[in-house]
């Protein structure tokens, strides 16, 4: 089962009278229509649901949300400014400091070497190696840490100040609050077209990453900020096909409470043949590195040539759980990606880059 994002869709541009009323649009000028507007990139004035007016004072000037780097996925609320009126810079890094990292990230000891964790994974890698199986078949293979401590930092560091930058607190769990769904509502056996169950030496392989992370021994990544993707995540050293990249983490919810919102980064998590029942997952106020890693253009081949992860839903001990795996051997310096429409087909993109 593929998993992908999920986006609501645009609202309707407003009537003349909800303009007035609502402090949140702006006409374009008092002489001048909303039909009179066009984008200052493109310079068309199409597709008005997703043409944006600039509230910088006496501004009013209209950017289509697939014409701005990084893309706009969704409407936002409130005032809005444009790049002719916004003061946004490269997001400040988050310092270099050991202690801020660990503390931070929530490490209880920070690992100097992950040299035992290498040896341990070269061993489960000889004991698959002697069985031929069908790729269908392969185990998964954990993530293998950057020998080096202070790029292991620099790493974290990158991932904290993506984080930083978005107001989201890190988690690598996902996170149950009081008002939205509740553990138990996560049941597998509740998916309609039946799950993928995660065998035991998968998911032994799944809580060693787990125990990596806790000890600072993060996955060989870089967020970087991009000036039109926006943050995006590349691969800092070699990383094999089946590795697990992280789990897709936040707070879980009904999707039916999430109908409407403006994130465009929502997952599902479980798709119930009861569609009340179906949870998503929320990686605004609690995430980690997964809500970084940007989606193909299902619409080139180029954009389909990108693709070197795949997004994996899987019963794990009854509960639904996303995973983020590698689909092919990735270079260092390779972006990551993968597929937002894996059957669903639900997530616009064909404006992305």
Not at 311 to 329: H, P, T, W
Not at 330 to 340: F, V, W
Request: aromatic letters at 8%.
């Amino acid at each position: 089962m593929v998993a992908l994002r999920r986006r609501t869709q645009a609202p309707k541009p407003p009537s003349p009278a909800q303009i007035v009323e609502d402090d949140d649009y702006v006409s374009a000028s008092d002489s001048e229509s909303d039909e009179d507007v066009s984008c200052e990139e493109c310079g068309s004035g199409d597709s008005p649901a997703e043409l944006l007016l600039c509230d910088g004072r006496s501004c009013n000037r209209g950017y289509h949300m697939f014409c701005l780097r990084p893309i706009l996925a969704q409407v936002p609320k409130g005032k809005w400014f444009g790049p002719c009126c916004s003061n946004d810079k490269k997001p400040k890094s988050f310092p270099l400091h050991q202690t801020k990292i660990s503390d931070f990230f929530r490490i209880q000891r920070f690992a100097e070497s992950p040299q035992k964790i290498n040896q341990d994974c070269r061993k489960r890698r000889r004991r698959a190696s002697s069985l031929v199986v069908s790729k269908k078949k392969r185990k998964l293979l954990p993530f293998i840490p950057t020998k080096d401590c202070t790029r292991r930092m620099q790493q974290m560091a990158s991932l904290a100040t993506a984080l930083m930058a978005t107001g989201t607190e890190f988690s690598n769990e996902l996170t149950y609050i009081p008002g939205m769904a509740p553990r138990w509502a996560n049941c597998a056996d509740l998916e309609r077209e039946g799950m993928q169950v995660m065998s035991k030496e998968d998911t032994e392989t799944l809580n060693l990453c787990k125990s990596m992370m806790e000890r600072g021994e993060c996955p060989p990544l870089m967020v970087v900020f991009d000036p039109k993707e926006g943050f995006t995540v590349e691969a800092d050293k070699h990383i094999r096909d089946l590795t697990i990249i992280t789990e897709y983490v936040g707070d879980v919810d009904y999707l039916k409470n999430r109908e409407n919102d403006d994130g465009d980064s929502t997952m599902t998590l479980l798709s119930a043949a009861t569609p009340s029942k179906s949870l998503v997952i929320c990686p605004y106020k609690h995430g980690n590195i997964a809500r970084f890693i940007n989606g193909i253009n299902n619409h080139t081949p180029d954009g389909r040539k990108k693709q070197n992860l795949k997004c994996v839903r899987f019963d794990v001990n009854g509960e639904s759980r996303v995973l983020l795996i590698a689909n092919r051997d990735i270079t260092k310096g390779e972006r990551l990606y993968y597929d937002y429409n894996g059957y669903e087909n639900e997530y616009p993109t064909e404006h992305f880059v």
